[in-house]
């Protein structure tokens, strides 16, 4: 049974970092995707980050919102997938999830990714 199960949300100011894990378990993320989707109330859930983790080599997907704030990666040997959020704007207060899968259809799309979890509440205040 997969299982994916964030935390390290909270309430930040603005300007302030926090460090958002999903730990895996049930499942292989080799050759697959991993990655981070955020849903802000009243708006659709959308991509944040996703990495395609191979053999010898990943590939990492930004949205342009959070590029060269965000970092994604992973501790393999832990199960484990990071999300390193810095300078956070209010506007980045969401529920996040983790997400995995196939890569169904475009990374950015919920509908692409078998796999969700529960998700944890990242607030940023102004």
């Known amino acids: 049974q997969v299982q994916l199960v964030e935390s390290g949300g909270g309430s930040v100011q603005a300007g302030g970092s926090l460090r958002l894990s999903c730990s895996v378990s049930g499942y292989s993320y080799s050759n697959n995707y991993m990655g981070w989707f955020r849903q802000a109330q009243g708006k659709e859930r959308e991509g944040v980050a996703v990495m395609w983790i191979g053999v010898d080599n990943m590939i990492m997907y930004y949205a342009d919102s959070v590029k060269g704030r965000f970092t994604i990666s992973q501790d393999h040997a832990n199960h484990t997938v990071y999300l390193q959020m810095i300078s956070l704007k209010p506007e980045d207060t969401a529920m996040y999830y983790c997400?995995?899968?196939?890569?169904?259809?475009?990374?950015?799309?919920?509908?692409?990714?078998?796999?969700w979890g529960q998700g944890t509440q990242v607030t940023v205040s102004s």
């Open positions: 997400a995995a899968g196939a890569l169904l259809g475009p990374w950015y799309r919920p509908e692409s990714y078998n796999y």
